[in-house]
Nanobody, 118 residues
Framework: QVQLVESGGGLVQPGGSLRLSCEAS????????MAWYRQAPGKQRRLVAA???????NYADSVKGRFTISKDNAKNTVDLQMNDLRPGDTAVYYC????????????WGQGTQVTIST
């Protein structure tokens, strides 16, 4: 099973930017899709952005126009560029991978904390 390690979280003021990175232990080209999810305190984990094997992307409505997901198959990394951050973006952000045989994301990283506050 692939290991996913997130980095790049931290404390940022509203309006600021962060770039999260997820490094996979295996070849991400072998996965049907990669994604970023987030979980705020007391709330369910929700999809933020996903990128398909062929490069197609989809985003949660709340982050459209502010966040961009990208991947580098050669480096086995998936990044999430987050701009115009808001307090509502505060959460633990998780990287996830979906195998071709699965309908759900079953491989998860340990998460990285993102806090938006003055």
């Amino acid at each position: 099973q692939v290991q996913l390690v997130e980095s790049g979280g931290g404390l940022v003021q509203p309006g600021g930017s962060l770039r999260l990175s997820c490094e996979a232990s295996g070849n991400i080209f072998n996965f049907a899709a990669m994604a970023w999810y987030r979980q705020a305190p007391g709330k369910q984990r929700r999809l933020v952005a996903a990128i398909q094997h062929g490069g197609g992307t989809n985003y949660a409505d709340s982050v459209k126009g502010r966040f961009t997901i990208s991947k580098d198959n050669a480096k086995n990394t998936v990044d999430l560029q987050m701009n115009d951050l808001r307090p509502g973006d505060t959460a633990v952000y998780y990287c996830a991978a979906r195998a071709w045989s699965d309908k759900e994301f079953r491989s998860w990283g340990q998460g990285t904390q993102v806090t938006i506050s003055t």
